[in-house]
């Protein structure tokens, strides 16, 4: 393992932000695992971090100037573009996303990158409000049709002292990022997933709802997973502003007659049904055509049952994995088996909603894996992204 990366030229680019330190970590990483890392930084970074770091961890020359004399290239003069089998850029900020969204190569890192045909990988970090602009967000949505990968940044205290989505990925997860984009697992190749994800909407009238707080992170990262291993994915998503994952065909909805419906249609070509979708289980009896007023007495809604999409699923199984997801507040183990006994599951992934780090919304989960015969494995806190490997490693054994 420790020379997995052998051979493999990495180039990483580093912009100037406070997360570059960073990239120190980034760097000697891979280097033990005895890539070749060659250092590009914009003037900005090396604000933050000297040249002379890299260079030491490295082991290579740093550029900072597109016009510096070059003073390690090759005879042949194999320029940095040519020779990366993968471009990384950590920490990318707001303005390094812009141009190469926009096409301006201005600097050796911008052109490096336009002139390179390798795989590409950013992992911004900026103030969350930036990040949530909607200018970085298109920027961030045209490098991903061109076929850039992201790794999206991580929540909690910024350097500016804000509190929410900006922190840059972790060295580790940058790494593992890179070793799969390197050496993708192709296991599930001839295989077909169909996921669901998000919540459903159950409408009351034209401008109220029920829903839930799921915001379908799980089972976008199962289904973004599943595409990188060479499945055909179907993913059934409801109301979500997540971005559609790389080689996955995406079904939109909003109710949950309507994802049973789009589920039950594909059911047949599927091999492994993941349903992570946090489904309701009522809709209103009566839907008002028109918004409902306020009287001076209390409103009564009649709420119907909505049909149980990963039982009835159960009920057709027959030789598919069928795994199901279960969210408790109480008697999570208890519950859990039950709802593998009930809707003939291969397994389900459950968790505790009151256990910090586990839920909605968040990237992380802790979850415990209990399948058919009553085993329980426990997870520990990870990234769902993580997580989504584990449950489809687990999938394909129950698929030997």
Known sequence: MKRMLSNKSIVLGVSGGIAAYKACELTS??????AN????MTKSAAEFVTPLTFQSLSLNQVVTDMFDKPKYWEIE???????????????ATANVIGKLANGIADDMMTTTVMASKALKLIAPAMNTNMYENEVVQRNIQTLKQLGYEFIEPGEGR???????????AEPEVIEARIKELLFPKRDLEGKTLLVTAGPTREALDPVRFITNHSTGKMGFSIAEKAAVRGAKVYLVAGPSNLSTPKGVERINIESALEMYDAVMKLAD???????SAAVADYRPAEVSDE???KSGGELVITLQKNPDILQELGKIKGDKVLIGFAMETQNL???AKAKVLKKNLDFIVANDLRIEGAGFAGDT??????DKNGNIEDVPLMRKSDLADIILDKATSVCK
């Open 291 to 293: 918004k409902i007023k």
């Open 269 to 275: 070509k599927a091999d492994i049904i993941i349903k």
């Open 158 to 168: 910024l350097a500016c002292g804000d509190v929410g989505k900006g922190k840059m």
């Open 37 to 40: 890392v060659d250092v590009i």
């Open 365 to 370: 989960n802790v979850v415990k894996i209990i």
């Open 29 to 34: 990483r891979l280097k033990k695992l005895n």
């Open 333 to 335: 183990i208890e519950n």
């Open 77 to 91: 003069h194999i320029s940095l573009a040519k020779k990366a089998d993968i471009i990384v850029i950590a920490p």
